[in-house]
């Protein structure tokens, strides 16, 4: 009976930045990242089980979607919905996305909430819409609606949507939104497409219409 040839590591060599080569005895020839080599100590000359490859195979393929979802961070901040489209965009598991998603949220790089929080201001600030239109476009980035409902009701507790909206009238001069009734009415459309509700809208309007004493 012949006996099943040993895998044996024949070199374990530098590759690219924090990447190691590993070649072995019976032509399985593969890269991993350092820290594979940090968590699962290996050596030139000692074997390799099959077992053994496939978890250095799916640490590798870990650390590789892990990098990629860190360079995607490190342009800006993002929701765990998009950067789990993103990833899968970019034909990786879904299966080993979850696992690194859910371990950059454990070590802080995926923060929902500080992502909602910032997103929202910045969407605030640039185009002054209001929590109709805000929470429309936090849909796109979070999946529950009890969260976007929270974390909209949050940031609009720390704003004075009546400022927002007077910002968009002061571009008009209040005579002439009097005097012409169709300007009056693209001004409340413009108002209500930007996604503010029309109690507030009405509110003010009639404040910024009102005679100075």
Same mark, same amino acid.
């Given at each position: 009976?012949?006996?099943?040839?040993?895998?044996?590591?024949?070199?374990?060599?530098?590759?690219?930045?924090?990447?190691?080569?590993?070649?072995?005895?019976? $032509?399985?020839?593969?890269?991993?990242?350092?820290?594979?080599?940090?968590?699962?100590?290996?050596?030139?000359?000692?074997?390799?089980?099959?077992?053994?490859?496939?978890?250095?195979?799916?640490?590798?393929?870990?650390?590789?979607?892990?990098?990629?979802?860190?360079?995607?961070?490190?342009?800006?901040?993002?929701?765990?919905?998009?950067?789990?489209?993103?990833?899968?965009?970019?034909?990786?598991?879904?299966?080993?996305?979850?696992?690194?998603?859910?371990?950059?949220?454990?070590?802080?790089?995926?923060?929902?909430?500080?992502?909602?929080?910032?997103? $929202?201001?910045?969407?605030?600030?640039?185009?002054?819409?209001?929590?109709?239109?805000?929470?429309?476009?936090?849909?796109?980035?979070?999946?529950?609606?009890?969260? #976007?409902?929270?974390?909209?009701?949050?940031?609009?507790?720390?704003?004075?949507?009546?400022?927002?909206?007077?910002?968009?009238?002061?571009?008009?001069?209040?005579?002439?939104?009097?005097?012409?009734?169709?300007?009056?009415?693209?001004? #409340?459309?413009?108002?209500?497409?930007? $996604?503010?509700?029309?109690?507030?809208?009405? $509110?003010?309007?009639?404040?910024?219409?009102?005679?100075?004493?």
């Amino acid at each position: 009976m012949k006996l099943p040839r040993k895998n044996k590591i024949l070199s374990i060599t530098p590759y690219k930045k924090n990447t190691f080569k590993i070649t072995t005895s019976l $032509g399985v020839n593969f890269r991993v990242p350092e820290e594979t080599l940090l968590k699962i100590p290996l050596i030139e000359g000692s074997e390799l089980s099959e077992s053994d490859i496939n978890t250095l195979k799916s640490d590798k393929n870990y650390f590789t979607v892990r990098s990629k979802a860190l360079r995607l961070l490190d342009y800006r901040m993002r929701s765990k919905k998009e950067l789990e489209y993103r990833l899968l965009k970019k034909g990786d598991n879904k299966k080993t996305i979850s696992m690194v998603i859910e371990d950059l949220e454990n070590k802080g790089f995926v923060d929902d909430e500080k992502f909602c929080l910032a997103f $929202g201001k910045d969407q605030i600030n640039k185009n002054k819409i209001g929590p109709i239109a805000l929470k429309y476009k936090l849909k796109e980035h979070i999946d529950s609606l009890n969260f #976007i409902e929270k974390l909209s009701d949050r940031i609009y507790s720390e704003l004075n949507i009546e400022n927002i909206i007077m910002q968009i009238l002061a571009k008009y001069p209040p005579e002439k939104i009097k005097k012409e009734d169709n300007l009056k009415r693209k001004i #409340i459309n413009k108002l209500k497409r930007k $996604g503010h509700y029309w109690q507030d809208i009405e $509110g003010a309007l009639n404040k910024y219409l009102k005679p100075v004493l």
